[in-house]
């Protein structure tokens, strides 16, 4: 049974700190994700991981770094948080597949609240 | 760009009744789709998926359905439980690793 782990689910924070979020998945996956939820906007890639010390940048990175020294585990960093970060944030990890893609699996989520 | 969109952010239903979710999507390099469904307070969960090759694929209540021509998919979850309630997401993906989600509809089933 798949299980991605984050570090935490609900995390406060001050405008201007440095944010890590972290996750660990245990099932020796390729594949490694970082997205937000908002309200209205679905779940937004911020960055992916094929390998590790390998990133790819998604759909909304900046703002963003990510971290990737081993293969479960992947970081992803605010440099300096800001109130529009405000969001959850949720890490998902998958097998490489030649075509097509196989399904992701989540883990449940950090609610982070920049103040 | 919202290549994958969901234009009903809601959707109530009767119990034992059908519920019909939709989705359109812009891209055409996507050749496998996804749906996913979501709780409060979870990270989302695979629910059921399907190949561009094919037009229609069921996994017990659930059955995926899709049109390339008209860029639509739809899922159908027959019979309906209130268990269901959740929101669901489509997904799509175009050969790679990324896959694209859509902004989900809320899917309320009335006991």
Not at chain 2, 15 to 37: A, H, P, Q, V
Not at chain 2, 66 to 91: R, T
Not at chain 2, 94 to 102: D, E, P, R
Request: aromatic letters at 12%.
């Amino acid at each position: 049974d798949v299980k991605v782990t984050q570090s935490s689910r609900y995390l406060v924070k001050r405008t201007g700190e440095k944010v890590f979020l972290e996750c660990v998945q245990d099932m020796d996956h390729e594949n490694m994700f970082w997205y937000r939820q908002d309200p209205g906007l679905g779940l937004r890639l911020i960055y992916f991981s094929y390998d590790v010390k390998m990133k790819e940048k998604g759909d909304i990175p900046e703002g963003y770094s990510v971290s990737r020294e081993k293969k479960e585990r992947f970081s992803l960093i605010l440099e300096s948080a800001s109130t529009n970060q405000t969001s959850m944030y949720l890490c998902a990890s998958s097998l490489v597949v030649r075509s097509g893609s196989y399904e992701q699996y989540f883990g449940p989520g950090t609610r982070l609240t920049v103040t | 760009d919202q290549q994958v969109k969901q234009n009903s952010p809601s959707l109530s239903v009767q119990e034992g009744r059908i519920s019909i979710l939709n989705c359109d999507y812009t891209n055409s390099m996507f050749d496998y789709f996804l749906w996913y469904k979501k709780y409060p307070a979870e990270g989302p969960t695979f629910l059921i998926s399907i190949s561009s090759i094919k037009d229609k694929n069921e996994d017990g209540r659930f059955t995926v359905f899709l049109n390339k021509s008209a860029k639509h998919l739809s899922l159908h979850i027959v019979p309906s439980q209130p268990g269901d309630s959740a929101v669901y997401f489509c997904a799509a993906s175009g050969g790679y690793q990324k896959v694209t989600f859509g902004t989900g509809t809320k899917l309320q089933v009335i006991p």
